[in-house]
């Protein structure tokens, strides 16, 4: 099973540009990378998915190098409102490998003024 | 808004109370999941339904039973839980349960279960 690591937290400022990475090394093929954001008492909400490279959407960018052991979770320009936990989940989906979603510990991001 | 709701949101039994969580979904989605969150620990996947069929028990405990008359609403029916138990309890859906990506997760805001 693709277990992942991430830091446990990280601090930085408003407007700057906050990086997360995980380590999954033994993501398997048919896995795809996907990041959530929860803010306490709520549930987990999607950031963005990838399989390979590089992926950006309005919120965020995912960079997946090559050999896909590791992915970036890019947050441009952060704000307050940032602040929560992220997590990186790798797994297929698809009806026999529920038990392959597997979340991370995630990340406590706290941004300051 | 993410389309599910979950009731009750917060939720206080004893070990010998049976209780169920309800959770339904807006989205139209096919497939629904039940997740444990638990202090201090990651999201632990439960159990998922795809077309109201049950996918994977993903060795649940039998005191945690789930069920999914239709697609929209999702069940979990607990009996003689216990403390340890305690934990958030979040449904979820996607569109599909199916390889390749896309299956984007859309969760409710959880159930706060305390055990005595």
């Known amino acids: 099973l693709a277990k992942t690591t991430q830091p446990i937290s990280m601090d930085s400022y408003e407007g700057q540009e906050v990086n997360i990475t995980c380590s999954h090394n033994n993501i398997a093929t048919n896995d795809y990378i996907t990041w959530y954001q929860q803010f306490p008492s709520q549930g987990p909400r999607f950031i963005i998915q990838?399989?390979?490279t590089k992926v950006t959407n309005e919120v965020a960018s995912l960079f997946i190098p090559a050999d896909r052991k590791s992915s970036t979770l890019s947050l441009p320009r952060v704000s307050l409102s940032d602040t929560a936990v992220y997590y990186c989940l790798v797994g297929e989906g698809g009806y026999s490998s529920a038990s392959k979603i597997i979340f991370g510990s995630g990340t406590r991001l706290s941004i300051r003024p | 808004e993410t389309g599910v709701t979950q009731t009750p949101r917060h939720l206080v039994m004893g070990m010998t109370n049976k209780k169920s969580l309800k959770c339904e979904q807006h989205?139209?989605?096919?497939?629904m999941y039940w997740y444990k969150q638990s202090a201090k620990k990651p999201l632990e996947l439960m159990f998922v339904y795809s077309l109201e069929e049950r996918v994977e028990n993903n060795s649940v405990p039998s005191r945690f039973s789930p069920e999914c008359p239709n697609s929209s609403h999702l069940f979990l029916h607990l009996h003689t839980l216990q403390p340890e138990d305690s934990a958030l309890y979040l449904c979820?859906?996607?569109?599909?349960?199916?390889?390749?990506?896309?299956?984007?997760?859309?969760f409710g805001p959880g159930t706060r279960l305390t055990v005595l």
């Open positions: 979820a859906s996607s569109q599909d349960h199916e390889p390749g990506g896309g299956n984007e997760q859309f």
């Open positions: 989205l139209g989605h096919n497939a």
């Open positions: 990838g399989y390979k």
